[in-house]
């Protein structure tokens, strides 16, 4: 049997490489043999940090003779979610639409066309909790595809059919507006949990684009109900257990809604994402928790995530091994109070046990708990020995066998982490931080970018994969760079954004000015993708329309701006009725609403004077305000024109056409940037 999986660059992949089914990657030759053998193509699609997708591997994949049945009846093809999410959004929104839901594992049986004609998710070897067995499964898709194939015929082609007639009905197209932001902030009201923060409940996801959105709506508007939500659903968060109390970063989502009990895999872009956002309410409150939040996110990354190449892995898995040796989620994080006094001794590992609320009975699974901190932060009666404690607890666990990495880099959530990154360094002060983003884009520009700019999604190990970049890698991408741009003053990162951004005026967006997750020259799937909501991480379609507008601000651009604004129709359309899921639009519109201000600061840029300005124009809370610093005449085109003012350095605020006048006072400049307009 060949073994088709040993060169993916995929760690999913190369997890079932050694599996006794034929697996095959996804691609042409795979529905050649399934036309060749006239059999029906199983595609099983998952992702290396997926409990479930674990556990249906050990139970069905690796068992000879499941694996027997597979290969004799099936083309058997392999996908990684995280490098495919065009063949993944395809065909999980054929199976949410036949059944109702989605998730993964996920299953589907395809004709050699690759149209869909049976889903699911998770199967069990044999039936039980009122799903059938795997086995039971593949037998009756075989007998269906030998003996009632016109059926089959006909529900794919209806299945097709039905795809293809989806069409976002959104209504005649116009800009949101202030209108459009308010009704948002009403329905996120409703659907706020005012006891424990966050927005409906179990499983509870961070919301963090809706978060970005409250944070803007408040610096625009002065909307105190927007601050609240955010700062306390932030605050929740981070005294939970869905956050690493001793390593710093945050797990995928809470299995319940007291963020007691995350789901324990840590991905890259739920930390790049929230590390913003804890800068953010740093920048607009001043909360010594959410700057040791942030900075503690930001160095999880950079430790934790970080690859030999300089960029950034994707995931750490939910599963490491226990005591016995045992595969178990979670197993690398909780902690029973025997363990806590067995390594700080009675009295600490009593305080401890309190501080974190390890308790006899547990939070979690057999007796074990999930590190928290149930009572305020003023709680703490002696901060030192809590530090103290805190550090030995964390060289204690790091000699526990550690959770398995997902190393691939994936474009566009290392995008997000440079964004991250960087923004966390200019406002704290580290530039190691800023380094660290400076590294992964070089990463992303060596590597992943090509002579047409022309974006890969993943590599590994050094080594692009053959996987062509989707919307969300242009869009992010292009973010991160916008970010460096601002930060560090370098035109060059403006540069690779503009060439990143007219690749999806050129190649993703419609005559409408609609935008499409994958490219026009792409591989053409049963459909072609498109979806202006949030999931996991901002929609591309609304990430584009971000960095778009950013663009647009710091040079100019009247075609990327007038993207931008066709881009944020879907807003107007959406965000009053489903806030929720379009949070990252929102706070586009919110920098759209409010200019976005451009902000130049001229001067040498070894000038302590110049540093202080640049420093405050960063620190604006004014909702998508770029940042432009340099010499006169500098590198970025909105230092063009500008000069110090009697030769001290100078900054220029700007919005919609109209400058204020150039200051030299940091003071006056931070008042400037912090004063609402259009509210």
């Known amino acids: 049997m060949a073994n088709r999986l040993a060169q993916s660059t995929s760690p999913y992949l190369l997890q079932h490489a050694d599996n006794p089914v034929d697996w095959h990657p996804w691609g042409p030759e795979a529905f050649e043999e399934a036309r060749r053998r006239d059999v029906p193509v199983l595609l099983s699609v998952g992702y290396s940090a997926c409990h479930w997708c674990h556990v249906m591997a050990h139970e069905s994949f690796e068992d000879e003779a499941t694996a027997a049945v597979m290969n004799a009846g099936f083309v058997n093809v392999k996908v990684d979610r995280e490098e495919r999410p065009d063949v993944d959004a395809v065909y999980m929104e054929a199976v949410q639409a036949a059944t109702g839901q989605g998730g993964w594992p996920m299953t589907v049986f395809l004709t050699p066309e690759g149209e869909p004609f049976y889903f699911g998710t998770y199967f069990p070897p044999e039936p039980r909790h ?40 959104l209504g005649e197209p116009r800009l949101p507006g202030a209108e459009e932001a308010a009704q948002a902030l009403l329905g996120l009201t409703r659907e706020y949990d005012p006891v424990n923060g966050g927005f409906g409940g179990a499983p509870k996801f961070p919301p963090s684009m809706v978060l970005e959105f409250l944070l803007r709506h408040y610096a625009r508007t002065g909307a105190e109900g927007a601050l609240q939500m955010a700062a306390d659903t932030a605050g929740r968060m981070a005294r939970g257990g869905i956050y690493d109390q001793l390593g710093g970063g945050f797990a995928r989502y809470s299995v319940d809604r007291e963020w007691i009990v995350p789901h324990f895999e840590k991905m890259l872009y739920d930390n790049a994402l929230l590390c913003r956002v804890y800068v953010h309410l740093w920048r607009a409150t001043g909360s010594e928790q959410a700057r040791r939040v942030a900075l503690e996110t930001a160095e999880f990354m950079v430790r934790d995530l970080g690859t030999p190449q300089g960029g950034f892995a994707s995931a750490l898995d939910a599963d490491s091994a226990d005591a016995s040796g ?44 999930v590190l928290r901190l149930p009572q305020e932060d003023g709680a703490v009666q002696d901060a030192g020995r809590i530090a103290s404690i805190r550090e030995r607890l964390y060289e204690a666990r790091l000699r ?93 990162w403006l540069d690779f954004a503009g060439l990143l951004l007219d690749g999806v005026l050129d190649r993703f967006t419609d005559e409408s000015g609609a ?32 960095a778009l507008l950013g663009y647009a601000a710091q040079t100019g651009s009247e075609p990327h701006r007038t993207a931008a604004e066709r881009a944020l129709g879907v807003v107007a359309a959406l965000g009053p009725k489903v806030p929720r899921f379009i949070g990252n639009g929102l706070a586009v519109t919110e920098a759209l609403l409010d200019g976005p201000r451009e902000v130049a600061v001229v001067g040498d840029p070894d000038d302590p004077r110049t540093a202080v300005l640049h420093r405050t124009a960063l620190l604006s809370t004014a909702p998508g305000a770029v940042v432009a610093a340099g010499p006169a005449d500098g590198e970025l085109p909105l230092l063009a024109g500008r000069v110090p003012a009697d030769g001290a350095p100078t900054a220029y605020v700007c919005r919609g056409f109209v400058c204020d006048a150039p200051t030299t006072d940091p003071a006056l400049l931070a008042a400037l940037l912090a004063a609402q307009l259009g509210g």
């Open 130 to 169: 009122g799903m059938p067995g795997f086995r039971e499964v593949l037998e009756g898709v075989r007998v269906a595809w030998a003996e009632r194939r016109g059926e089959v015929d006909e529900v794919a082609g209806k299945i097709v059919a039905d795809l293809r007639e989806r069409r976002l009905a």
């Open 326 to 369: 045992r595969m178990v989620e979670g197993a690398y994080y909780v902690w029973t109070p025997a363990q806590l006094v067995e390594v700080l001794g009675e009295e600490d590992g009593r305080i401890a046990a309190a501080h974190f609320g390890v308790t006899e009975e547990g939070t979690f699974e057999e007796g074990a708990s």
């Open 515 to 546: 935008l499409y997750d994958t490219a026009s020259d792409a591989e053409q799937l049963i459909r072609r993708p498109q979806d202006p909501t949030d999931n996991a991480t901002p929609s591309g379609w609304t990430a584009a329309a971000g």
């Open 400 to 492: 526990r066998p550690e959770p398995g990495r997902d190393d691939k880099v994936v474009a566009a959530w290392n995008g997000l982490a440079i964004a991250a990154l960087a923004e966390a360094g200019a406002c704290f002060e580290r530039p190691d931080l800023v380094d660290a983003a400076v590294t992964a884009a070089d990463l992303l520009v060596r590597l992943h970018l090509d002579d047409h700019a022309r974006l890969t999604r993943t590599s590994r190990d050094g080594r692009a994969s053959g996987n062509a970049g989707v919307l969300e890698d242009y869009a992010d991408v292009a973010e991160g760079f916008l970010a460096l741009a601002s930060v560090t003053g370098e035109g060059v």
